[in-house]
Structures are given as C-alpha cells and as structure tokens.
Nanobody, 128 residues
Framework: QLRVVESGGASVQSGGSLRLSCTTSGFNLDYYAVGWFRQAPGKEREGVSYIPTAVDKAIYADSVKGRFTISRDRIENRAYLQMNNLKPEDTAIYYC?????????????????????WGQGTQVTVVS
C-alpha cells in the first residue's frame, strides 16, 4: 500500500517557524513528484508548493514565496516543508501528496487532482 504521513504541525506565534515532514511507505519517493497543499476552514484546498521528480526545481504559491521551502531527502525517502515567518493566514491543515506519473510544465503548483497519494494532514495554527 502506498502511503504518506505528515507530521510537524503545531500551534506557533506569528513570525515563528515550523518544519513539516512527509514520510512515505510502500514506494520510493525518489521517483515521485511531491506537492504540499493546505486547506483552511471554509476554504478550498490550495497548492502551496511542488517539487518534480527528476530535478529539484520547486514551485511555490505566491502567498508563501520567500517564506516556505520544499525539499526532499533522497536517502531518508522523505519530503519536507520548511515554513518561516508564519502568518495567521497560514493556519490550515497541511497535506503532503505524491504522484509517480506527473509531468508538469506549468509555473504554478499543480492541482490536487494531479496527485493520487495523500496523507491525512497535519494541523498548523498561527496565532497573532
């Protein structure tokens, strides 16, 4: 079974930092594209960041550019989302997603429909 599990969510003060982790099982993340998404209460799920399979060229939503960094650890078979200078509007459930068959040439984060492997999410709360 192909699974991803997110961890690292917490409640932090505005301006603080968190690092979310995406741990995989059942597949080698080296061969999969990774996306981070978030969903705030009453809002649609939105793409936060994306990193393709073959090259480490990341894409970010405008709302997080300069503050968030996506990365993958090819030895540990994990992905990360480093979040700095957090704002109250970053409060959401954050999801890691992976897809093995994704070819993406766009400048924006792919949609959630482009990913088939999803975790249960981890809550991030930023208080002012």
């Amino acid at each position: 079974q192909l699974r991803v599990v997110e961890s690292g969510g917490a409640s932090v003060q505005s301006g603080g930092s968190l690092r979310l982790s995406c741990t995989t099982s059942g597949f080698n993340l080296d061969y999969y594209a990774v996306g981070w998404f978030r969903q705030a209460p009453g809002k649609e799920r939105e793409g936060v960041s994306y990193i393709p399979t073959a090259v480490d060229k990341a894409i970010y939503a405008d709302s997080v550019k300069g503050r968030f960094t996506i990365s993958r650890d090819r030895i540990e078979n994990r992905a990360y989302l480093q979040m700095n200078n957090l704002k109250p509007e970053d409060t959401a459930i954050y999801y890691c997603a992976a897809e093995g068959a994704l070819t993406w040439d766009g400048d924006s984060v792919p949609t959630s429909a482009d990913f088939s492997i999803w975790g249960q999410g981890t809550q991030v709360t930023v208080v002012s």
